[in-house]
């Protein structure tokens, strides 16, 4: 089949889950925080994860029966793991059909000395039988990997066309790795996409592996994006890496509610507490990697003296945050216990005991479906 090259800013082309968004003829490139938050990136691990394309889509109607990809991904691979899947996955007119994998490309290897930069190459990324006629494709880039998208090519006699502008409530969620999903089975399955695919919300993922330790710039960043309703999954990295301890803690979620609310004081906005952590649930911080494949506890006798928090704690200080807001007039703030997404009962799913598996991630994704928290608040 002859196939033809599609200009990577062709008007056609819309890039959702994104805020940021660099298109050229030759290139295409995403990131989830706006390009003025770089000046204010407090780690490089921040850009990293920012860069990854957890909850983003190229969307687009054709006719083509196949499209061809060619990326270049930077995964991660822990030492003495293999490198993490970076999976591509193609829906038609709202139905997967497909998944297709890279792996050739750079890969950061994360070591107990230190990460260090692997350099790869191009790969393509190919999805074929899509049927005849104008269909929509909805492309989710990799949850796992930064991704430069080099080519589209599609069939030489098709033509693409603007997909329909999305119809659902445009819905940003802000969280951990938790919510990032890198273990998900795909990019579609990480429990956010599971959640606004049931329903039928326009997703903004800003799910951070180790981060969302309450930035300002994240903070900013959802009170001016265009947003009708937000949630954001709070405070494991900041108890497992022991960033805040307890005098810091709710002053600084009030602070980011504040700076949300100054922009967006009527939409629906849900707090989420931790999930279930059994390293963490009465034992403080920080956490340490074993072998970099799963994590232990730090020993620290006195940290509890010193105003270190326990999972334990840290959810009665966020539900009391919330409480507390409640009683002040916020009628449109909702607490939801992480531990109804996945509790004790679910540490089977569990393997690092620390992020759910892909199970877990999809089961978390119904579970949120089913809790309806605005209809709760309408």
Not at 56 to 72: G, H, M, P, S
Not at 75 to 101: E, H, K, N, W
Not at 124 to 146: H, R, T, Y
Request: charged letters at 20%; aromatic letters at 6%; hydrophobic letters at 45%.
């Amino acid at each position: 089949m002859k196939m033809k090259s599609v200009a990577l800013n062709h008007p056609a082309l819309s890039v959702r889950g994104a805020m940021h968004v660099v298109q050229t003829p030759a290139s295409l490139k995403a990131w989830r925080l706006p390009a003025w938050t770089w000046a204010q990136s407090p780690d490089p691990a921040v850009d990293l994860m920012v860069g990854m394309t957890s909850g983003v889509r190229l969307c687009f109607t054709t006719d083509a029966e196949a499209l061809c990809l060619q990326v270049i991904e930077t995964g991660i691979q822990l030492a003495g793991t293999p490198r993490r899947p970076v999976t591509f996955d193609l829906y038609v007119d709202g139905v997967q059909c497909g998944s297709a994998a890279a792996s050739s490309g750079h890969t950061i290897l994360v070591n107990p000395k230190g990460p260090s930069f692997v350099p790869g190459t191009a790969s393509d990324v190919s999805f074929e039988a899509l049927g005849p006629g104008l269909k929509a494709i909805e492309l989710w880039l990799p949850q796992s990997a930064q991704v430069e998208v080099l080519n589209l090519s599609i069939w030489s006699e098709a033509e693409i066309i603007p997909s329909a502008e999305p119809t659902g409530l445009r819905w940003a969620h802000y969280g951990s790795s938790i919510s990032h999903g890198m273990e998900a089975k795909g990019p579609s399955w990480t429990w956010p996409a599971v959640a606004a695919r049931a329903l039928g919300h326009e997703l903004m993922s800003i799910g951070l592996a180790g981060q969302c330790h309450l930035d300002g710039f994240v903070a900013r960043s959802l009170r001016d994006g265009p947003f009708d309703a937000i949630s954001l999954e709070v405070g494991i990295n900041i108890i497992g890496a022991d960033t805040m301890r307890r005098r810091v803690f709710a002053s600084a979620l009030h602070s980011f509610l504040d700076t949300i609310r100054e922009g967006k004081p009527d939409i629906p906005l849900l707090v989420i507490s931790p999930i279930f952590c059994p390293l963490l649930e009465t034992q403080t911080g920080p956490l340490e990697r074993n072998e970099l494949a799963s994590y232990g506890t730090t020993v620290r006798p006195h940290s509890a003296a010193d105003g270190a928090l326990t999972l334990v704690e840290g959810r009665a200080i966020i539900a009391d945050v919330v409480a507390r807001r409640q009683k002040g007039g916020d009628t449109r703030l909702a607490y939801l216990d992480g531990l109804t997404l996945f509790g004790a009962a679910d540490e089977a799913d569990l393997p690092d005991h620390l992020h759910p598996n892909a199970a877990g991630q999809e089961r978390m994704g119904e579970r949120f479906a089913a809790h309806n928290w605005l209809d709760f608040l309408a």
